[in-house]
C-alpha cells in the first residue's frame, strides 16, 4: 500500500496541467519501469494500462455503476517524469475522444464490446495464453471526502482489495478518504515477486515529479 494527502497530488496535477487521474498513472508508470529495469525485464515498447472511466451523466440518478474503460500509455518507455505525464495526458484524451457520445444501454453495449475478449478469457481460463490488449488494470475510485466511523472509532484509512484474473499479475487501485489518496497494490507474488517495491518506487515518482514541477 501507499498513502498521499491528496491535496499534493493535486497541486503536481494542476503543475502538470492535468488531472489527478494523470499523475496516478504517471507515477504508477515510473515505479513499473524502474521495477522492470531492475528485473532486466523492461520492454521497449511502453505498458498499456486498462483505466476504468465514469461515463455517468450530470442528470443521471440510477443506482449502481456507470463506467467505460479506456486504455492508456503508461509512459514506461520514457525516463523523464514530466515528458511521462505529457504522453499520459495526450494518450488519456484521446481516448476520452474517442469514446462514443451515448449514455444508458448504448454505453452498456459499448462497455461489452470492449470488454468481451477479456471477459471471455477470465471465463473460459485461457487467460495469459495470447497477447492481452493492456498489461495492468490501474483504477481510481472516489471514496468519502468526510472522516467515518464505526462504534466511536475513527476508520483512519480505506485500501482497496481488487480482483485478479488469469493471466492478470497485477491490479492498482486507489480510493480517495478524508483527505488521502489511498494505494493498494494487488499481485501474483510468483510473476511479481517483491511487490512492495512498486509502492515504494510509486512514492518516489511523486516526489520527483514534484520536485520537477513545483519549485521547493
Do not use: W
Not at 494527502?5 to 492535468?18: E, N, S, W
Not at 475478449?117 to 488494470?137: K, Q, Y
Amino acid at each position: 500500500t501507499q498513502h498521499y494527502p491528496i491535496d499534493r497530488v493535486r497541486a503536481v496535477a494542476k503543475a502538470a496541467d492535468g488531472s489527478l487521474n494523470d499523475v496516478f498513472l504517471a507515477i504508477c508508470g515510473g515505479a513499473l519501469r524502474r521495477y522492470l529495469s531492475e528485473q532486466g525485464k523492461l520492454p521497449e515498447a511502453t505498458l498499456i494500462a486498462n483505466v476504468p472511466v465514469s461515463v455517468r451523466q450530470g442528470t443521471d440518478a440510477a443506482v449502481g455503476n456507470a463506467i467505460t474503460f479506456l486504455y492508456s500509455t503508461l509512459g514506461t518507455d520514457i525516463d523523464d517524469p514530466v515528458a511521462r505525464i505529457a504522453a499520459i495526458r495526450e494518450s488519456m484524451r484521446l481516448g476520452k475522444a474517442r469514446l462514443p457520445q451515448v449514455s444508458g444501454a448504448a454505453m452498456d453495449g459499448y462497455t461489452l464490446a470492449l470488454m468481451l475478449p477479456v471477459m471471455s478469457e477470465a471465463i473460459l481460463g485461457t487467460g495469459g495464453r495470447t497477447r492481452p490488449a493492456s498489461n495492468v488494470v490501474i483504477s481510481n475510485v472516489p471514496g468519502p471526502a468526510e472522516p467515518r466511523y464505526l462504534d466511536g472509532s475513527h476508520m483512519e484509512e480505506i485500501y482497496p482489495v481488487s480482483l485478479l484474473f488469469n493471466g492478470q499479475a497485477l491490479n492498482i487501485t486507489a480510493v480517495s478518504y478524508d483527505g488521502q489518496f489511498n494505494i493498494g497494490f494487488t499481485g501474483c507474488r510468483d510473476s511479481v515477486p517483491s511487490l512492495q517495491r512498486i509502492a515504494v518506487y510509486a512514492g518516489d515518482e511523486l516526489d520527483r515529479l514534484e520536485a520537477a514541477l513545483i519549485p521547493s
